[in-house]
């Protein structure tokens, strides 16, 4: 059976709300409901991923510079948000196939969905090599 995905479109939000309810997804999505998420900030936030440390340091640095800081309940490193648009995506197991290819690509289709439904136009890119820079900064084909 073909898994139906919901679509939410949030408007700018918090730094905690924006992860209360990617983590709320989570929840929803151990229940068997799989959602694509859309939205942005208000503000700059640094959200921290799982395991990168987050103590009062953080917390006051970005507070002197106007930053607000949040920790993910997914892994990853930090990341800046502020005129972004960010999606969320939380599913069951059952909506994706087996392996990891297999899973990209059936989350870039609902990806290119999603865009599709709020009027963007977007689709895969071509395959090719992927460039890279070795240790000395000179880039190199893979």
């Given at each position: 059976?073909?898994?139906?995905w919901r679509l939410i479109e949030d408007g700018p939000a918090s730094g905690g709300w924006n992860m209360g309810v990617d983590e709320a997804l989570l929840a929803?999505?151990?229940?068997?409901?799989?959602?694509f998420r859309l939205y942005s900030w208000d503000g700059p936030w640094l959200s921290l991923g799982y395991d990168q440390r987050f103590g009062e340091a953080i917390a006051e640095a970005g507070h002197q510079v106007g930053v607000g800081a949040v920790r993910r309940a997914t892994g990853g490193r930090a990341v800046l948000h502020g005129g972004d648009v960010t999606y969320a995506?939380?599913?069951p197991e059952s909506a994706?196939?087996?392996g990891l290819r297999g899973s990209y690509?059936?989350?870039?289709?609902?990806?290119l969905g999603a865009l599709a439904a709020v009027g963007v136009a977007a689709d895969r890119s071509?395959?090719?090599?992927v460039a890279s820079?070795?240790?000395?900064g000179q880039d190199r084909q893979f």
């Open positions: 059976m073909k898994t139906r929803t999505a151990v229940e068997g409901v799989a959602t995506i939380a599913a994706l196939p087996a690509e059936r989350l870039a289709d609902v990806l071509v395959a090719g090599p820079l070795n240790a000395r």
